[in-house]
């Protein structure tokens, strides 16, 4: 899917910002005895204050996308080829010294899955925020450091009077995971990657959470990426989805498209999975199979041993398809 950067003009103040571009990003693992490719030439577009939704199975390489572009992967990962455009900038062709500098945590931030675990035992919350900024805004007098801390806990319905001398076990779940997202906000980032934000919180926390993600994207202009497996918790939070399967983006969509009129078989299978409260069906719907083992991964569309939908030309790679302007890979809309 072929993109190039232009600007993008905001109305409200005359300022002009560049779309976040990823362009054929594709990212590999390396074993002792194999390269597994875990994102395969993926490419998708952010616009200011927009949210785009990363779903898929387990293993189907959405955590892998947040991480190439945070520039976090594992020792073993390596981007093989593909940009990522911040400012008209590809941040995959700088130094990770000035990529660490100028970018991570004060333009792009991430919270990770489980964050709320990353918190140190044994030290206060007001400690460890202010490691953070001495770490990545060192330029802030000590006045200035706890104004940005109290605004970053307000920002996530925080009271910093009461949390912030506070120890980690001495804070719920919730609490703890508002923390994380707190700590992400503290250099001030336009691009918020959350990569299973609600993870082991209960319903109640999920959608608290979830609100609090929509008001910095509502309020503070936020472009945020939401990485999950669960498509039944973001409707109301992103502007469109990229659904991944086996590495590849295989359906990128507006959201309400992919909830009303979802193009590729995987799609449909998943929208149909999800619990209905009002369904009088006894019997949960489930996409029958297994992803294939993308070590192996042979050509074709990587779907086709688990789709109702398959027929002989599902054997040979199916390019880019566009249905009013959202993409699909498959060869139904040929």
């Known amino acids: 899917m072929k993109k190039t950067s232009k600007d993008n003009k905001d109305q409200s103040n005359g300022v002009s910002h560049d779309k976040v571009i990823i362009q054929d990003l594709s990212i590999s693992y390396k074993t002792s005895s194999k390269t597994i490719v875990a994102v395969d030439r993926i490419s998708f577009t952010i616009d200011d204050a927009e949210g785009v939704g990363i779903i898929g199975e387990s293993g189907s390489g959405k955590s892998t996308v947040g991480y190439g572009i945070m520039r976090s992967l594992a020792e073993n990962g390596s981007v093989e080829s593909g940009s990522v455009l911040y400012e008209s900038i590809n941040l995959l062709e700088i130094p990770k ?55 970053a806990l307000h920002d996530v319905g925080l009271d910093p009077s009461f949390v912030l001398n506070k120890y980690p076990h001495e804070l719920s779940g919730g609490m703890k995971q508002r923390i994380g997202i707190a700590n992400s906000l503290l250099a001030g980032p336009t691009l918020l990657i959350a990569d299973e934000p609600t993870t082991a919180l209960d319903v109640v926390t999920q959608a608290q959470i979830l609100q609090l993600l929509k008001k910095l994207k509502r309020e503070n202009k936020m472009r945020i990426i939401i990485i999950t497996h669960d498509m039944s918790l973001i409707p109301n939070l992103v502007d469109k ?59 074709g569309c990587r779907f086709r041993d688990r789709c109702p939908k398959v027929f002989d030309k599902c054997t040979c790679d199916p390019p880019e398809f566009y249905v009013d302007k959202n993409m699909v890979k498959c060869w139904l809309y040929e």
């Open 97 to 151: 010294k000035e990529f660490d500098y100028r970018y991570r945590w004060k333009k792009i931030s991430m919270v990770f899955q489980g964050s709320m675990n990353s918190l140190d035992p044994v030290f206060t919350i007001r400690n460890q925020m202010r490691e953070i900024l001495l770490t990545h805004r060192n330029d802030l007098a000590k006045d200035k450091q706890n104004e940005v801390i109290h605004n």
């Open 241 to 299: 989805l990229i659904i991944m399967y086996a590495g590849q983006a295989i359906e990128i969509s507006d959201v309400s498209s992919v909830f009303e009129k979802p193009l590729h078989p995987y799609t449909q299978a998943l929208i149909q999975s999800i619990p209905k409260i009002n369904s009088t069906e006894k019997n949960i719907r489930f996409i029958k199979g297994n992803p294939p083992d993308l070590a192996t991964v042979g050509r």
